[in-house]
């Protein structure tokens, strides 16, 4: 999860959202100028497009991060199917479910994730036999 967050910056995902929210606040200031600030309709269409541009990436971005993730996990020496685990978990979990019922409404599916990376990865990563396990990424302490 972590190499899918750091994928995410690598690209600029979330700086692209702020450089559209940007450019949507300024749009809106002229519009406001324009049409006058008591506009409900020009308010609420404003409001909305602020909504959907402020909830989340788009899929494309996410799949991309799951990818690069992968991908960097694997160069780090890591044992690349962590992500792909941690999916397969999240998509038998209930929607509704408080736990995950943000990332329902801001990630794509799961499955879809899944059939991303699957289109994407496919066997390449199946003769990795080195990654690290949980036990051997920490430095251990002699007596």
């Known amino acids: 999860m972590l190499s ?41 269409v404003i409001g909305s497009g602020a909504e959907v541009c402020a909830r989340s990436l788009d899929k494309s971005a ?7 993730g992968v991908v960097l996990t694997a160069r780090a020496g890591y044992e690349p199917y962590g992500l792909p ?5 999240i998509g038998q979990t209930g929607k509704d479910e408080s736990s ?3 990332l329902f409404k801001t990630h794509p ?27 051997e990424r920490f430095y251990h302490l002699k007596n």
């Open 4 to 44: 899918h967050e750091i994928a995410h910056v690598v690209r600029s995902h979330h700086l692209k959202i702020l450089q559209k929210s940007q450019l949507l606040d300024f749009g809106a200031g002229l519009l406001s100028k324009k049409l006058g600030r008591d506009n409900q309709v020009i308010q609420k």
């Open 62 to 68: 996410e799949f991309e991060a799951d990818r690069m």
């Open 109 to 135: 599916h799961p499955d879809d994730r899944l059939v991303k990376l699957d289109d994407a990865v496919g066997s390449r990563l199946d003769n990795i036999k080195d990654g690290k396990t949980l036990s």
């Open 100 to 102: 995950v019922a943000l």
């Open 85 to 89: 685990e941690v999916l397969q978990i």
